[in-house]
């Protein structure tokens, strides 16, 4: 039987969400649990990667289980099972031809950035940048990412795909008090590419380019030209629409 689970993750002690040999992360510690449940190993599949320290408040994917089990029972024995920093928000059967990642129609994502003084606390769920920002300007530069664009410069140059033509349906700024709160709605998004975008207009905000600028890195499809890659504590996988 095939279930999808809905779950959400504090990215702080993860080496991101990948299973690493010798290493921490979500996909590992779900699997582990998985186990104990099917009696065998059992791969999850997630609608895709976050990397390291990135939070997820609704990651989505789907598992075969093979022994009977209800969908409240799954929950609960996952959560049972997993540490606090992983939490299963929903269990449900679906087809078996349901796939949490090639079905996807449109994620969302959410960066979250500090302009005031450091703090401590919220160190590991909003970067601290802790500088003033230009949001007018910024607010103007990141309508140039709404739309259908290949982002080639907006990517990890570690992750190269021949085709980088992505889809952004929103793309927003709103501000709560010193805390800039970027969210990024699309078809899907390339390794790094929030992170990237959010470098883009924090240079904008810092003066460093005008954010006129942004058409012209499209252009040149040249990820060097963006300095800044926001750090992934700020990041969050929001939303999922499948």
């Known amino acids: 039987m095939r279930y999808m689970l809905t779950y959400s993750y504090d990215g702080t002690n993860f080496n991101g969400y990948q299973k690493q040999k010798g290493l921490r992360t979500v996909q590992g510690e779900i699997e582990k649990a998985l186990k104990s449940i099917n009696n065998k190993a059992t791969k999850i599949h997630s609608s895709g990667r976050t990397d390291a320290l990135v939070h997820a408040n609704n990651q989505v994917g789907h598992v075969d289980i093979d022994v009977k089990i209800t969908e409240y029972k799954l929950k609960s024995a996952l959560n049972s099972l997993l540490d606090d920093d992983i939490y299963i928000k929903d269990a449900k059967k679906v087809d078996d031809d349901f796939h949490a990642r090639y079905m996807?129609?449109?994620?969302?994502?959410?960066?979250?950035?500090?302009?005031?003084?450091?703090?401590?606390?919220?160190?590991?769920?909003?970067?601290?940048?802790?500088?003033?920002?230009?949001?007018?300007?910024?607010?103007?530069?990141?309508?140039?990412?709404?739309?259908?664009?290949?982002?080639?410069?907006?990517?990890?140059?570690?992750?190269?795909?021949?085709?980088?033509?992505?889809?952004?349906?929103?793309?927003?700024?709103?501000?709560?008090?010193?805390?800039?709160?970027?969210?990024?709605?699309?078809?899907?998004?390339?390794?790094?590419?929030?992170?990237?975008?959010?470098?883009?207009?924090?240079?904008?905000?810092?003066?460093?380019?005008?954010?006129?600028?942004?058409?012209?890195?499209?252009?040149?499809?040249?990820?060097?030209?963006?300095?800044?890659?926001?750090?992934?504590?700020?990041?969050?996988?929001?939303?999922?629409?499948?």
């Open 104 to 242: 996807v129609k449109k994620k969302e994502y959410v960066y979250k950035l500090n302009m005031g003084e450091f703090n401590p606390i919220e160190r590991n769920y909003i970067f601290q940048y802790c500088n003033n920002l230009d949001v007018t300007a910024m607010k103007k530069a990141i309508k140039f990412f709404k739309g259908t664009h290949d982002f080639t410069s907006f990517s990890s140059n570690q992750d190269r795909k021949e085709d980088n033509v992505r889809t952004i349906y929103k793309a927003s700024i709103k501000k709560e008090g010193t805390t800039l709160i970027f969210t990024f709605v699309g078809s899907g998004f390339l390794k790094y590419m929030v992170r990237i975008m959010v470098g883009a207009l924090i240079m904008v905000g810092n003066g460093k380019i005008s954010y006129k600028d942004i058409n012209k890195i499209f252009d040149k499809k040249d990820k060097s030209l963006v300095k800044i890659t926001a750090p992934g504590c700020g990041l969050y996988l929001n939303k999922i629409w499948y």
